[in-house]
């Protein structure tokens, strides 16, 4: 019973480290780090209310999220209110996040909301699956970048 406990916090810890190492992976320009922590292929959430998903290579989604924060001068991610579901080897993961996208200086594109990430576990550890952002305020340039985001995302999805 004491393992058991002792693995859930392990578990919980890992997860909690894998959705940092996602939000770090843009802000670091560090696209080596996502290529470890997600599966191949992974699901998109389309829209947080139909639940709707569509497959893309790992490989494409980081192309994709690279050509978009290439276009920032800097990104910064910050995540708290970590709420982690383990369920043996399948983890769901929900975390608010407050993105900023700087476009020079102190003007930036910010949105706020909550990332759900689902997570399995792999030999190489917790990985994610499938994830989507749910979206609760952002301003008129962060709703424009988006929307042109992801009539490019689409264009690309399985």
Sequence with gaps: MEQDKLQLILDRMAIQE???????????RDWALWEKIFTDPIELFLSPRSQETRKISRAKWIELERNVCDAYAATQHLLSNFSIDVDGDRAVCRVYVQARHFVKDADSH??????????????????????????KAQDGNHRENLRRTMKIVMENLE
């Design 18 to 28: 894998t959705a940092v190492r996602y939000a770090a992976g843009p802000d670091l």
């Design 110 to 135: 910010d949105g706020y909301g909550y990332y759900t990430f689902h997570m399995i576990r792999t030999d190489e550890g917790w990985k994610i699956n499938k994830y989507g952002i749910t979206l």
